[in-house]
């Protein structure tokens, strides 16, 4: 890719940031308030549904792909399938936020949207095993792919709870994803990470600590089902087809968080449907961390876990699940450390 190239896409990511920034500085105001309660983290009424503009932004860079960049495409099913799907979660979402749906109407919803996506012929093939190397899925594929994109969407929303977390964390994966896509020549997931990167730029001014408003379902669904998407297609960036890790090691700390707090709460016998402050982060402000600081723990994961990622992109592939390990060691250690403060707050897992 030329210079100019480059140059060019930076000027249009900047642009979808601005019209980004301007649909939130809208919301905010016009706004659809969240009340505090007992399980919120903020403490007066708020705005939500900023995540609107990330919408908006990245379907005006999309159309902008489909329209002039015919090397970054996808095939026309997969493509159209994957826009519309993800236009249909946003939808749902935007009215979550302002009707609070039942969970069991999201969850239908995403796994309509997942399996539109699916149909459209965007699947896993095949999927890289410590010992084993590459192993065809077969008729696993759609069924796992449909369990990835059904519980990326849900971490990421479960996940966005204290201001700045996750649009950071998110912003600063996408950036590398975007860098590592355009080095191995993946020009679908390098546009869509620069585009949905330039929607989350015009966000997060306005959601730093403290927020003047929330990303909201229609924010939070919205990218962690086209997170899981482009997952699915950067499974494309090498031979054997086993680059589709590189989205859950960049978001292994959003991913390691939702995944030991729904199991720790289904050991406990508690509803993992129902809102609490028990996850890692919560705790971790509730122990007296700043808003600030736990946020700037998860940038930290990921640029981590962005060096991790070029190792893991040049291992055999037999091994390169391996780079888990270390992933792993990185949140043993921060749940070690916020059970410490925990203790020493008297905080327990079920308050």
């Excluded at 190397?133 to 449909?146: I, R, S, Y």
Aim: with cysteine; glycine share 10%; charged share 10%.
């Amino acid at each position: 890719m030329t210079f100019h190239a480059i140059l060019f896409h930076l000027a249009v990511a900047l642009g979808l940031a601005l019209i980004s920034a301007i649909v939130v500085r809208l919301m905010i105001a016009y706004p659809i308030l969240d009340h505090p309660n007992a399980r919120s983290s903020h403490s007066r009424p708020t705005p939500r549904g900023g995540g609107l503009g990330i919408v908006v932004a990245f379907t005006l860079g999309m159309g902008l792909l489909y329209w002039q960049a015919e090397y970054a495409r996808l095939p026309g099913p997969q493509f159209l399938g994957v826009i519309g799907a993800a236009l249909a979660i946003a939808a749902v979402s935007f009215w979550d936020d302002a009707r609070d749906l039942r969970f069991a109407l999201k969850l239908a919803a995403q796994a309509l949207a997942a399996l539109v996506a699916i149909g459209s012929g965007l699947e896993l093939q095949r999927i890289a095993l410590p010992g084993l190397g590459p192993v065809e899925l077969g008729a696993l594929g759609p069924l796992l792919t449909l369990f990835w994109i059904l519980g990326c969407t849900n971490a990421v929303n479960f996940m966005d709870g204290l201001d700045g977390l996750v649009g950071g964390t998110v912003f600063l994966a996408l950036l590398i994803l975007c860098v590592i896509a355009g080095h191995y020549g993946g020009w679908f997931v390098y546009l869509a990470s620069l585009m949905l990167a330039a929607g989350l730029l015009g966000f997060l001014p306005f959601n730093l600590h403290p927020a003047r408003i929330f990303m909201g379902d229609v924010g939070s669904q919205f990218l962690g089902f086209m997170v899981a998407i482009l997952a699915v297609a950067a499974a494309r960036f090498d031979a054997a087809e086993v680059s589709f890790m590189l989205v859950p090691l960049l978001l292994f700390g959003l991913f390691f968080d939702a995944t030991f707090t729904l199991a720790r709460r289904a050991a406990m016998g508690l509803n993992i449907t129902a809102a609490h402050r028990t996850h890692l982060y919560q705790m971790a402000q509730r122990s007296g961390l700043g808003v600030r600081q736990v946020a700037a723990v998860h940038w930290g994961f990921v640029l981590a876990n962005g060096l991790l990622a070029w190792a893991f992109l040049g291992l055999d592939p037999a091994h390169k699940a391996l780079v888990f390990l270390a992933a792993i060691g990185l949140q043993v250690i921060w749940l070690v450390y916020v059970r410490a403060r925990m203790a020493r707050a008297g905080l327990s897992w079920r308050d």
